[in-house]
């Protein structure tokens, strides 16, 4: 019987949601170190959980069916009042299917899956390590296609479950989008990073690439990430998030890349609530300004804010927002919010009677800039 067979019974019998999840190794160690109760059956000197081993955690009880080298599939049972009779019962069944179980998931993991798991596992070390390694060794290197240059990408997904195939299925999905030349490497759970082919940057059609022989590396880049997230969020996962960054060799800077990758995709998050697509060339302010210890960026925001709450009026919010996407273009802007020019200048003369700032001087918008991201990030903690 599948896991999937018997799922549903399960939660018809106890009343309650069953979700089956696959977490990385490390996720599952950082899960018992934090959980109000641990019951790991008869391998509690060992790394790999055993099947049945239980995590409980406010109200949520997560029980494991089966563990591999770098990940561990769970039923998370969301039920304050299950009974610990109720929670031995699932475990010691477990325990008698433990071959079945064991076996099945051992199969179901293709020779990619199981590489790109011993990848995650030595990112997952050096991540945590005082003094990481940043060149992959040599047993993880096989052949010379992490040699290559490659396009790398942060994917986060905004759904608490993940059901069993998922690594399949995305990798499939990937391909079909990226060319058949993709890595895929399980970080966190709802956290992949992603390795695309540097050929993407290049376009075979001569005409096409006349047409666009002014774009620059970051708007291929942008272009790329933008469309990925349109096919991932309409045929896959629903909501999400993703960072891209320039190409770079997996084999040298797997490590240095995941770093960016996730400060990037934090950044963005933080500062640009509402936006899906990170990009580090995009996020320099943000970056220096998230170094600033919070109470002073708090200090100078209250500061500033005191004359001139006027920034956050919604309309006047929307029109310096545009006015600075459009490289303080007064003509473009206007044509992109349709309305008059006039218009707009009346709103910039305002603007600059309230505060005294004026966006149309660069030490003004700049000042202006940095009050709004410090603004958005207060407003929403």
């Known amino acids: 019987m599948s896991t999937t067979d018997w799922l549903k019974p399960l939660q018809h019998i106890l009343n309650c949601p069953v979700h089956l999840v696959t977490k990385s190794l490390a996720d599952w160690h950082d899960l018992i170190k934090d959980a109000d109760a641990v019951w790991l059956g008869d391998k509690t000197a060992s790394s790999i959980p055993a099947e049945g081993a239980r995590a409980e955690k406010a109200g949520k009880t997560s029980i494991v069916i089966a563990s591999a080298d770098a990940s561990v599939e769970l039923i998370e049972i969301d039920k304050p009042s299950l009974q610990t009779s109720e929670k031995e019962l699932i475990s010691w069944t477990l325990q008698l299917n433990r071959e079945p179980v064991t076996e099945k998931a051992g199969?179901?993991?293709s020779e990619t899956e199981r590489?790109?798991?011993k990848l995650s596992e030595w990112i997952q070390k050096q991540l945590e390590s005082d003094e990481p390694a940043y060149s992959l060794?040599?047993?993880?290197?096989?052949?010379?296609?992490?040699?290559?240059e490659m396009?790398?990408?942060?994917?986060?997904t905004e759904q608490t479950n993940t059901k069993?195939?998922?690594y399949a299925e995305l990798e499939k999905l990937l391909r079909s989008f990226l060319s058949d030349d993709v890595l895929l490497i399980p970080l966190k759970s709802q956290e992949w990073l992603i390795w695309g082919s540097a050929s993407l940057l290049r376009d075979e059609d001569a005409e096409a690439f006349e047409e666009q022989e002014d774009e620059s590396l970051e708007d291929s880049l942008a272009s790329i990430g933008s469309?990925?997230?349109?096919?991932?969020?309409?045929?896959w996962i629903g909501e999400c998030h993703?960072?891209?960054a320039y190409p770079a060799v997996p084999a040298k800077g797997m490590v240095e890349t995941t770093i960016l990758l996730r400060e990037t995709l934090n950044l963005g998050r933080k500062f640009h609530v509402g936006t899906n697509i990170h990009l580090p060339w995009m996020l320099q302010l943000e970056r220096l300004l998230n170094a600033i210890p919070e109470t002073q960026r708090t200090k100078y925001l209250e500061q500033s804010l005191k004359r001139a709450d006027f920034f956050v009026e919604s309309e006047m919010l929307s029109t310096i927002e545009t006015f600075f996407a459009l490289d303080c273009n007064v003509s473009e802007t206007a044509k992109k919010l349709y309305i008059h020019r006039n218009t707009l200048l009346y709103r910039l003369d305002k603007l600059k009677q309230e505060t005294g700032l004026d966006v149309r001087q660069f030490r003004d918008a700049v000042l202006v800039k940095i009050i709004l991201l410090l603004y958005k990030v207060t407003k929403r903690n």
């Open 137 to 148: 060794p040599d047993h993880l290197t096989t052949g010379s296609r992490l040699f290559n």
């Open 151 to 156: 396009i790398p990408f942060l994917l986060v």
């Open 107 to 109: 199969t179901a993991q």
């Open 115 to 117: 590489s790109a798991l």
């Open 227 to 235: 469309g990925l997230h349109e096919m991932l969020a309409s045929e």
């Open 164 to 166: 069993q195939g998922t």
């Open 242 to 244: 993703l960072a891209v």
